[in-house]
């Protein structure tokens, strides 16, 4: 097993919520709220969860964009928690991030070799004759036409703008990709060739990544390994084969129930789970369980005692007093309904 190439332990982000002339802090919205995970070098972890569960504020918090509340942050063996933004400098060329929306995250004033060769004139560290032939070299790895060098965002179609935010991602050869919603804001006939240029770049380049989803369907497809997120909590964690044939946590159940099954056959067997209810408001969020108020198997004690992510399997962690799929010994385990 490879060694980590990201390691964050016990992240928190809680954003002060204030009042009054004097901005006095009455409340805070904990949006990530205690998360360890590692990543492998190598690997793609995928990050799902509703909207609202956390998983943006984690991937902007490892790239550093936004200030964690506490816990840890180790990049190759690096603390980066509260690295200055000047010794964090030659690090941000290591770790990049691909974002949702390829129509906003485009400058449209900008050409595609002034966008695609920021990053190189921002770090100062090519002539204009060898950013120009750096950022051809990449739009052709990305699959885009070297000629087009000079040609606009607008004139390219969604999953084209796509590709030259990747592009841009890929200029200063990172390390560390978090891709956060890479294809929702992509037509259905696009997602798979974003998905499956983001697996080629990966062998070809060496690359880690971390793929933030709201759709189970979408990094089923693209991760070694899946991460499960519920109002700033990690719930599950597993590797890719584990997760999705024997989902330990109802939450989990829950959204797998929800991905479309393309064999008829199949998709009448299942049954499709229906939660009750929105996510409760991170700023009020339910005690101990924090998926309590929706799940259908909760009983008193998943009120009173929060459950702690605990491996039940190999490669298999959940927090749930009560997993389902759970081998017969680790059941045994579980605590007697009160
Ligand atoms: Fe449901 Fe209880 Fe498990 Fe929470 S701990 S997911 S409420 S069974």
Known sequence: MSEPLLSVQGLEKHFPVTKGLLQRQVAAVKAVDGVSFEVRKGETLGLVGESGCGKTTTGRLITRLIEP????????????????????????????????????????????????????????????????????????????????????????????RQRIGIARTLALKPKLIIADEPVSALDVSIQAQV??????????????????????????????????????????????????????????????????????KRRVERERIRLQGDVPSPLNPPPACRFHTRCWKAQEICKTVEPPLQKLAPGHEVACHFPENAPAAAAEAAPAAV
């Open 69 to 160: 509340t506490g816990g840890k942050i180790v990049f190759e063996g690096n603390d980066i928690t509260h690295m200055s933004q000047g010794k964090m400098r030659p690090l941000r060329r290591d770790v990049q991030m691909i974002f949702q929306d390829p129509y906003s995250s485009l400058n449209p004033r900008h050409t595609v070799g002034a966008i695609v060769g920021a990053p190189f004139r921002i770090q100062g560290i090519k002539t204009e004759q060898g950013v120009k032939k750096a950022v051809q070299d990449i739009l052709e790895l990305v699959g885009l036409n070297p000629e087009h060098y000079n040609r606009y965002p607008h004139e390219f179609s969604g999953g084209q």
């Open 195 to 264: 998905v499956n240029l983001l697996e080629d770049l990966q062998n070809e380049l060496d690359l880690t990544y971390v793929v933030i989803a709201h759709d189970l369907s979408v990094v089923r497809h693209i991760s070694d390994r899946v991460a499960v997120m519920y109002l700033g909590k990690l719930v599950e964690l597993a590797d890719r084969k584990s997760l999705y044939e024997s989902p330990m946590h109802p939450y989990t159940n829950a959204l797998l129930s929800a991905v479309p099954i393309p064999d008829p």
